[in-house]
């Protein structure tokens, strides 16, 4: 807008002088005057064109300063052609104006940089109350905090229907997606983390065989060490260690690239082209880890015995064949299905809470960060109540 009035102002000059046309441009000048009831007059003459020196605010700001201004006006009689050079100085003085609390009365301007002025008014008006926003009162926070609830409520509820829906369309071969990307994140969470979960496992196996050993050689009982490890391992502490381990590494990974994928918009391509994202992006992350925590739960549970093994025949004299007898006599397949059915259902809640954070991510790297940062918090507070429930659940059952 500002370029199409300075082309139009340069053709048609300032109070019709036409004359003008064809000479060059006359240097730009500022003239301030002080009258009385606080009245200070801008005198503009001369060619104010972009690109050329032109004079500053730093006169009217004296002169504001000076004495007590209450108005600021313009006598633009005398001035030539004008274009956006003009409209940046208006607007600085609109600035000053606003900023020392004076009338800023633009009648004298021609009639096109009037108009230029009261849009520009018009928009400050508009962005005014943003950028001064009140602070709400403690009852519309509360509100709004519930509301919020109440919406991240009900995006889970249909997320996790539009997975139930995908899976089930999946089990009759109708799902959108690809067995080559279920392989490639089975890689990525399966054989990829048995560094890590044999590292975790390993340590959990001797911190629990000495602790316990520890305990057990006040009653002479240290030989039901190796029982407290095998018990311990496979009903509890392999599976949910193992699905602490993959929240952390499996679950951010899902949310990561999940939000990435949204903010470069490669999300809202997929349903652009009718493909359904739940099942093309959520459905192989899913099934991966359902397939896979089972495997990483034996795993564990080997690592872990092997680790209580290590500490009771290596540092408290228990040979290795009783230990390895009292392991198996402890263990149960009640026991070890139940462990290995746990493990299988921390999976579905790692996949779901990491992919469900990154589907609902922002737009910007910032919300990417915050995603994968809830999908972690959310993804273990799921495991540690979901393990409390089972625990009630098989207390109740005599399990």
């Not at 001035?79 to 900023?99: I, P, Q, T």
């Not at 926003?133 to 926070?141: D, G, K, N, T």
């Not at 903010?263 to 809202?268: K, T």
Request: aromatic residues 6%; proline residues 3%.
């Amino acid at each position: 807008m500002m370029s199409k009035i300075g082309i139009w102002s340069e053709a048609r000059l300032a109070g019709g002088h036409s004359a003008l046309v064809g000479r060059g441009p006359s240097p730009a000048r500022l003239g301030v005057e002080t009258g009385e009831h606080g009245r200070v007059l801008a005198r503009l003459s001369g060619d104010w064109l972009l690109g050329a020196e032109l004079p500053g605010v730093a006169e009217i700001e004296s002169a504001v300063a000076a004495g007590n201004a209450r108005s600021l006006e313009f006598d633009a009689t005398a001035l030539g052609r004008w274009n956006s050079g003009l409209m940046v100085f208006l607007m600085k003085c609109a600035e000053l104006c606003r900023a020392r609390e004076l009338a800023f009365r633009p009648s004298g301007l021609p009639p096109g940089a009037e108009r230029l002025l009261e849009l520009a008014e018009a928009a400050v008006i508009r962005q005014g109350p943003d950028r001064r926003a009140r602070r709400p009162s403690w009852l519309e926070q509360v509100g709004e905090g519930a509301l919020a609830h109440w919406r991240g409520s009900l995006g889970i509820l249909t997320f996790l229907g539009e997975s139930v829906v995908a899976v089930l369309r999946a089990l009759r071969g109708r799902a959108q997606f690809r067995w080559a990307d279920t392989f490639q994140v089975m890689q990525e969470c399966g054989p990829q983390a048995l560094g890590i979960v044999a590292l975790i496992n390993f340590i959990v196996g001797l911190i629990l065989a000495f602790v316990g050993t520890l305990q057990l050689a006040r009653f002479g009982a240290t030989i039901y060490s190796a029982d407290l490890v095998a018990i311990a391992t496979v009903r509890e502490m392999g599976c949910l260690m193992t699905g602490i381990i993959m929240c952390g590494r499996t679950g951010a990974a899902f949310a990561a690239q999940l939000g990435t994928m949204r903010v470069n918009q490669e999300i809202d391509a997929l349903q652009t082209f009718g493909i359904s994202p739940v099942e093309f992006l959520v459905l192989p992350r899913l099934m991966a880890l359902i397939l896979m925590m089972p495997l990483l739960c034996v795993f564990a549970d080997l690592i872990a015995v092997s680790g209580g093994f290590a500490v009771s025949t290596l540092m408290l004299d228990v040979s290795p064949g009783l230990y390895v007898r009292r392991t198996i006599d402890a263990i149960t397949l009640t026991s070890f299905l139940l462990g290995i059915g746990k493990g299988a259902v921390f999976g579905v809640l790692v996949a779901l809470t990491g992919c469900q954070r990154g589907m609902v991510c922002g737009r910007n790297a910032a919300a990417v960060g915050q995603a994968t940062t809830m999908a972690v918090v959310a993804g273990i507070t799921a495991i540690i109540v979901s393990d409390g429930a089972f625990a009630v659940v098989c207390s109740a059952l005599d399990i």
